[in-house]
């Protein structure tokens, strides 16, 4: 498997362009899975779930149609976007499976950091509980969200993938209702107090990645 890290700032639509070309190639057997690790310039992307609504100042930054599952999200820089290219015909054809893997890889990342991930039934991605914040109305914790999860598939082949937010401008997005989900804000690594770099999450993503995806009876 390769993995491709980009400096800088990776245009949407030459990101999308690559995507395509791999996932051809990988069905086609002619080139190996892939996990690119990247970041945009501010834009916001809608998945097939996204509703116009969602979409508050449209204006903002450049609007996307994804093509993935979900809703409205946004990247920026500061935000670490993992593009996963593998293939499931030899990893196991079950999507949920799939996105429980997933969600416990950026979870087994963020232990690296002693950030504790959960997920939440109902609510897409995964979130940290603030106990640095007051409780919520009802007397629950604040839960903020950490990290968005959003999938497509061909042929058995994934792509799009996760987006942790290592230290991007929490401000930006304000501009949609993120995930569809308004009772709920967004945090940072840095946010948390944590002098994170992007060097260190595209480290710990590395070393959890083998740990979430293991080998498998398909692949043998």
């Not at 400096?7 to 051809?24: I, K, N, P, W």
């Not at 990988?26 to 190996?32: L, T």
Request: proline share 5%; charged share 25%.
């Amino acid at each position: 498997m390769e993995w491709k890290i980009t400096d800088g700032l990776t245009d949407y639509t030459e990101a999308v362009a690559f995507m395509e070309a791999r996932v051809a190639a990988i069905a086609a057997g002619e080139a190996d899975e892939c996990v690119w690790l990247l970041e945009h310039p501010p834009l916001y992307t809608a998945g097939t779930s996204a509703r116009s609504e969602d979409l508050t100042d449209p204006d903002r930054f450049p609007v996307y149609e994804a093509k993935r599952g979900g809703e409205y999200t946004y990247h920026g820089p500061g935000q670490r976007v993992a593009y996963v290219m593998l293939d499931l015909n030899k990893r196991g054809k079950d999507v949920r499976e799939f996105v429980k893997k997933l969600e416990n890889w950026v979870i087994a990342a963020l232990a690296e950091f002693n950030v504790k991930g959960e997920i939440r039934q109902g609510r897409v991605g995964v979130w940290v509980q603030r106990d640095d914040k007051p409780l919520t109305v009802t007397g629950q914790p604040t839960e903020d969200k950490i990290a968005a999860i959003g999938l497509r598939l061909r042929k058995w082949i994934s792509f799009h993938g996760i987006s942790i937010n290592v230290e991007p401008d929490l401000e930006h997005f304000s501009g949609i209702v993120p995930c569809g989900i308004s009772d709920y804000g967004v945090t940072s690594l840095v946010d948390l107090g944590l002098p994170v770099t992007m060097a260190d999450v595209d480290a710990a993503l590395q070393k959890t990645f083998a740990g979430c995806f293991r080998m498998t009876d398909a692949q043998t």
